[in-house]
């Protein structure tokens, strides 16, 4: 298990920007790759975008291509979500999740090998 906490959620006027940063506090050794999830209310818990920890695979939902970017800081065993251009449906509470499964066959937005968590920040995007 890798702990994760997250930071960096709030509330933003659409249009408007937000950081969010995740940071493992045990040893990314054997993370294969970091994702950022969302929930909103009423709602299943949808992948937004997620990176391989060696950086050589991203990947992006539809819906925040363009507008978010993933990246990572090896160093300080960070992962972030820089989000531009924000919506009020990108109003939701946002997961950071870190995946240990290195299979390459399945996707890294398969939500289901993800293994660890963090506690959710809260995003809320006003119109």
């Known amino acids: 298990q890798v702990q994760l906490v997250e930071s960096g959620g709030g509330l933003v006027q659409a249009g408007g920007s937000l950081r969010l940063s995740c940071t493992a506090s045990?040893?990314?050794?054997?993370?294969?790759?970091m994702g950022w999830f969302r929930q909103a209310p009423g709602k299943e818990r949808d992948f937004v975008a997620a990176?391989?920890?060696?950086?050589?695979?991203?990947f992006y939902a539809a819906s925040v291509k363009g507008r978010f970017t993933i990246s990572r800081d090896i160093t300080n065993n960070t992962v972030y979500l820089q989000m531009n251009s924000l919506k009020p449906e990108d109003t939701a509470v946002y997961y950071c999740?870190?995946?240990?499964?290195?299979?390459?066959?399945?996707?890294?937005?398969?939500?289901?090998?993800?293994?660890?968590w963090g506690q959710g920040t809260q995003v809320t995007v006003s119109s």
């Open positions: 990176m391989t920890w060696s950086g050589g695979s991203v």
């Open positions: 045990t040893r990314t050794s054997s993370v294969y790759a």
């Open positions: 999740a870190a995946r240990l499964d290195s299979r390459t066959a399945y996707s890294i937005a398969a939500l289901y090998l993800y293994r660890s």
